[in-house]
């Protein structure tokens, strides 16, 4: 929905294939007759001529001529100040400017496409307080925000990704009202609560992620009614039952936890054995195992437990391709790392086995480390959040190695970490000064 490739009133949405390029050429004659003083001519020529030229596929042609247009929409909007109608119609089409912008940029994630989005967004809010009745205008503002927020949280600007997200199921909920069996809607509606729940976890705000994920939760089962979830919608309420299972650590007793846990591994079981390559599936039932794990070996069943572990990695790593493979799929691999640091904790009094499994959980950052440093095409947000959370992983192994007597690994670890914390630092340094500010409104394993 509302991903940024309506035509913005231009009309060129209407056009057969075989009339796009008479009518580039039309635009085109129009720009090389306006006058100097014929702004508004331009601007709307200029506006129109850049979708064509992205329906035409010239996409690079379409970027310059947004930009272009985004010049001389200001300098009307500027000139024609008084003049309500016309900058209305101005603002719309630069609102419709900044958010095609922000899929023709080289990075989707980037710190200029970040700008467009929040550019857009600002734009729509301000129409939509002027006419808050427009149901199109809404969904493109719905659409925008909802992308907007999932930028900032990958630049991990938390506080201004949950604004986002929830700005955008606002304007979702209220166009439900209007049009309640829209199936689109209601998927998104579920969709922004639960990854304005992840925000809200990353924030730091654990009472309210656990009430968004429980508002998608009865949002999905809403969509379900009396059919069947398909499998994206069974991999996310297993996910989260997984996230409330790990918000409610620290003061559910151990039977909630368990019965979380074991409502997603029921789930995500068919799921796997349907398809045990789906590294997704894999690393959301294997954070099910681990924690069933613990809670089993917490229960003094520690033979259950350990073999709960022992299935969770041995899954995971069949997802991966298996343990000789040189996989590259990064958050599985992240994920394999952090279940083999947790599985360390079920070896009490098995040094020789625990320093095993923590050597293979060093070999697998470094796999990650690799794999980040060589992909070159990898967007600078998404390389930043790999580094943050691999940061993490090699400072709490440092600690596991420590614990287990190997001072080497461990002064290896700690070096990693305060490098990658390093290389992280300086790139958010350099990135800060283009950033748009914030808004002020077993040994087999």
């Known amino acids: 929905m509302a991903h940024g490739t309506t035509t913005g009133g231009t009309g060129v949405g209407k056009l057969k294939q075989s009339e796009l390029e008479k009518s580039r050429q039309y635009y085109l004659k129009i720009l090389g007759k306006v006058g100097p003083d014929e702004d508004l001519e331009r601007a709307r020529a200029l506006h129109s001529l850049a979708h064509l030229e992205l329906r035409l596929e010239h996409n690079s042609w379409a970027k310059d001529r947004f930009e272009t247009a985004i010049e001389a929409l200001e300098v009307t909007i500027q000139n024609r100040a008084g003049e309500t109608a016309v900058v209305n119609d101005a603002e719309f089409r630069l ?149 409330l299972g790990e918000l409610f650590a620290d003061y559910a007793p151990d039977e909630e936890q368990d019965q979380l846990f074991n409502e997603s591994l029921r789930m995500l079981s068919p799921l796997n054995e349907k398809n045990p390559e789906d590294v997704a599936v894999a690393i959301c039932l294997c954070r099910s195992l681990i924690h069933l794990g613990h809670l089993e070996s917490k229960a003094e069943r520690w033979s259950e437990g350990y073999r709960l572990s022992v299935r969770g990695i041995e899954r995971l790593i069949e997802a991966l391709g298996g343990e000789e493979t040189e996989a590259n799929h990064i958050d599985g691999l992240l994920a394999l790392a952090e279940a083999r640091a947790r599985h360390i904790s079920l070896l009490k009094y098995q040094e020789s086995a625990a320093l095993k499994i923590a050597a293979k959980g060093v070999a697998t950052l470094e796999r990650v480390e690799t794999v980040v440093a060589q992909d070159k095409a990898m967007e600078d947000p998404i390389r930043r959040a790999h580094q943050f959370r691999m940061a993490g992983a090699y400072e709490n192994y440092g600690n596991l190695c420590k614990g287990l007597g190997d001072t080497e690994n461990a002064r290896i670890c700690f070096e990693r970490a305060s490098k990658t914390r390093d290389l992280l630092a300086l790139a958010e340094r350099t990135e800060s000064q283009s950033l748009p500010a914030p808004a002020t409104e077993s040994e087999s394993l």
């Open 95 to 243: 609102a419709d400017c900044y958010e095609n912008l922000s899929h023709l940029l080289g990075s989707g994630t980037g710190t200029e496409t970040l700008a467009a989005l929040k550019t857009a967004s600002d734009l729509f809010t301000r129409l939509l307080e002027r006419e808050p009745g427009d149901y199109d205008l809404s969904v493109r503002q719905a659409g925008n925000d909802f992308r907007l927020a999932t930028v900032f949280h990958l630049h991990r600007r938390y506080e201004e990704a949950i604004d986002a997200f929830s700005r955008a199921a606002a304007t979702a909920e209220k166009l439900l009202q209007e049009q309640p069996d829209t199936q689109a809607l209601q998927e998104m509606i579920a969709q922004l609560q639960f990854r304005v729940a992840k925000s809200l976890r990353a924030a730091g705000r654990f009472p309210e992620a656990v009430d968004a994920h429980l508002a998608a939760l009865e949002s999905l089962v809403t969509l379900k009614g009396d059919g069947r979830y398909t499998e994206q919608q069974t991999l996310q309420i297993a996910e989260i039952y997984v996230e």
